[in-house]
């Protein structure tokens, strides 16, 4: 294929995670993988070779884009490692931060007389930080944050403490966008710069923030 990201290979995840806690119940979030989806779309459609990491999501693969399917933190984490090297991972996936010590081997049930439940949580594998530190780094890397508030601040600080090059973070539970929709804002952080894309469709979104990054990519 032509295009802006001919020859070059793309590597992205997306959708939520989903961490068991016993056979029948699980912790997860509510992304709809949407974004990482069109995202996958929008740089097959600019050339390139494009890997979809995807969570347990029911979305139609883009044509042309070879995907696999995970279902925990750890099993996300193990494949995008796994399709490394890239020219470019977008993180786009929202990835618990925790998952259950221990998984039930059988449903948890209720007890007479035990009105609560206390879960040990422990943290997840951080993909993003693992990308920007591996060998086989990407020479773009970029983070995705789903904020309720104070986004800019949030945004450029996961920037610099995972040493991302670009950071594309949205405002959620709000007439903005965001998870469960099919529009979105983006606000693009890089050092030194940022841009607004959207409001607009989240394929529209997708197709400009590959763009940019397109634009970005050294050369």
């Known amino acids: 294929m032509s295009g802006a990201l001919a020859g070059r290979r793309v590597l992205v995840s997306a959708g939520p995670t989903y961490e068991d806690i016993d056979p029948v119940r699980f912790l997860g979030n509510r992304s709809s993988g949407k974004m990482g989806f069109a ?4 740089a097959r459609a600019l050339g390139a070779e494009v ?5 347990p999501v029911q979305l139609d693969t883009p044509d042309g884009v070879q995907r696999i399917d995970v ?7 193990a494949a995008v490692l796994g399709a490394l090297p ?24 209720k007890r007479a007389g035990n009105d609560t439940l206390v879960l040990e949580l422990v943290r997840t594998p951080d993909i993003l930080a693992d990308v920007a530190g591996h060998d086989a780094r990407p020479a773009l ?17 996961k920037l610099a403490a ?18 469960e ?29 590959v763009d940019l990054l397109a634009r970005r990519l050294p050369a």
Not at 71 to 77: D, E, G, K, L, N
Not at 143 to 149: I, K, L, R, V
Not at 165 to 171: F, G, V
Request: proline fraction near 2%; aromatic fraction near 6%; charge should be negative.
């Open 71 to 77: 279902r925990s933190a750890a099993q996300m984490h």
């Open 162 to 179: 995972k040493r991302l090059d670009l950071i594309a973070a949205n405002l959620v539970g709000a007439a903005e966008g965001g998870f």
């Open 51 to 55: 890997v979809l990491v995807a969570g």
């Open 39 to 42: 995202v996958a779309a929008a």
């Open 181 to 209: 929709r099919d529009d979105n804002t983006l606000e693009v952080y890089w050092d030194g710069g940022e841009c607004r894309i959207g409001p607009a469709s989240k394929h529209e979104v997708a197709a400009r923030l």
């Open 141 to 157: 890397v970029v983070g995705f944050a789903a904020e309720t508030h104070d986004v800019e601040r949030y945004a450029r600080g």
């Open 86 to 109: 890239a020219d470019v991972y977008i993180g786009a996936a929202a990835v618990a931060d925790f998952t259950p010590r221990q998984v039930s081997e059988h449903k948890i049930k």
